[in-house]
């Protein structure tokens, strides 16, 4: 468990224009905490998520923060239909920084990046790459909720951890799924 609590300590910094990776000592810190139980109509949380949806999200981290989302998603669903096993186990991102660690050290790597570099080397003039302009893009976001059963959201999250793909991902443009009993 300590792994995978090592993931959201995770830091990437810039040193002489390289990108590095760290993981920042442990450190107590404040998580904020909503109380919706005074409202009786059970709109408050739909409210806020309204209002927290309608604002841009920094993309700097959006594949871990994906992750994240659907593993929060999953550990809620599993627990609260008291359906979790030993196979909901997802490995932490040190564990996937571990394993790449041992391929980039062993003879297949050497292999595969000969392979690569004499098949690149040479490349054509002209790419039909679009140019990308940071000043013509936005963070904002369009989301759908959608209010599916609890069934059909573990057939959805099994046939997405079948493929190897998150459900948010799957779900493009992003969807807020809502379950029903």
Request: contains cysteine; proline residues 5%; glycine residues 4%.
């Amino acid at each position: 468990m300590e792994s995978n609590r090592k993931a959201f300590r995770i830091r990437i910094v810039q040193t002489d224009g390289e990108p590095m990776q760290y993981v920042e000592p442990y450190a107590d810190k404040e998580i904020e905490f909503v109380d919706f139980s005074n409202r009786n109509d059970g709109r408050g949380a739909e409210e806020w998520l309204d209002l927290r949806n309608r604002k841009p999200i920094p993309l700097a981290d959006g594949i871990s923060m994906n992750l994240v989302g659907n593993q929060v998603t999953q550990y809620y669903m599993a627990l609260t239909n008291d359906t979790w096993s030993e196979s909901d186990q997802v490995y932490s991102y040190m564990e996937y920084i571990d394993v790449e660690q041992q391929y980039a050290d062993s003879e297949r790597y050497r292999k595969d990046r000969a392979y690569w570099l004499d098949k690149f080397q040479s490349l054509p003039e002209l790419t039909v790459l679009k140019p990308y302009n940071p000043l013509a893009s936005s963070t904002v976001a369009a989301r759908k909720r959608v209010t599916i059963s609890a069934d059909f959201y573990r057939a959805l999250t099994a046939f997405c951890r079948e493929n190897k793909i998150g459900v948010f991902t799957f779900s493009y443009p992003p969807f807020i799924f809502t379950c029903t009993k």
